[in-house]
């Protein structure tokens, strides 16, 4: 007897180029999070500038919270946990992902 809970969705179907476009796309992104975090490690761009960035760019936007701090000259696991606690963000938020109140408080603090 199937349990209908347990059904699995079915990939959709990519052609041989859908999988070309999405590996460009993907190789594209990688290359617009990594130049952003060496930015923000040589202290070329600041933590406020990625938030607006990640308004119009989704690359920007899925970078995960805690990379981003990480990122930054200083900041370690220890401090980025420490960031990530004080204004209550779960580990795997990424920077599209924050409300409001969390978004405000990050830009405060690193004006």
Same mark, same amino acid.
Request: cysteine-free; hydrophobic content about 50%.
């Given at each position: 007897?199937?349990?209908?809970?347990?059904?699995?969705?079915?990939?959709?179907?990519?052609?041989?180029? /859908?999988?070309?476009? !999405? %590996?460009? &796309?993907?190789?594209?992104?990688?290359?617009?999070? =990594?130049? *952003?975090?060496? $930015?923000? #490690?040589?202290?070329?761009?600041?933590?406020?500038?990625?938030?607006?960035?990640?308004?119009? /760019?989704?690359?920007? !936007? %899925?970078? &995960?919270?805690?990379?981003?701090?990480?990122?930054? =000259?200083? *900041?370690?696991? $220890?401090? #980025?946990?420490?960031?990530?606690?004080?204004?209550?963000?779960?580990?795997?938020?990424?920077?599209?992902?924050?409300?409001? %109140?969390?978004?405000?408080?990050?830009?405060?603090?690193?004006?």
């Amino acid at each position: 007897m199937l349990d209908n809970r347990l059904a699995v969705a079915k990939l959709p179907y990519l052609s041989a180029q /859908d999988r070309v476009n !999405a %590996r460009a &796309k993907a190789v594209a992104a990688r290359r617009v999070r =990594a130049r *952003v975090s060496s $930015q923000l #490690a040589a202290g070329e761009l600041t933590v406020p500038a990625v938030m607006i960035q990640a308004r119009h /760019d989704e690359a920007i !936007a %899925r970078m &995960k919270v805690r990379d981003v701090f990480e990122s930054l =000259a200083g *900041v370690g696991p $220890q401090k #980025a946990t420490q960031l990530m606690a004080k204004f209550k963000i779960a580990e795997a938020k990424r920077i599209g992902g924050l409300g409001p %109140r969390q978004r405000v408080e990050v830009i405060k603090y690193f004006s």
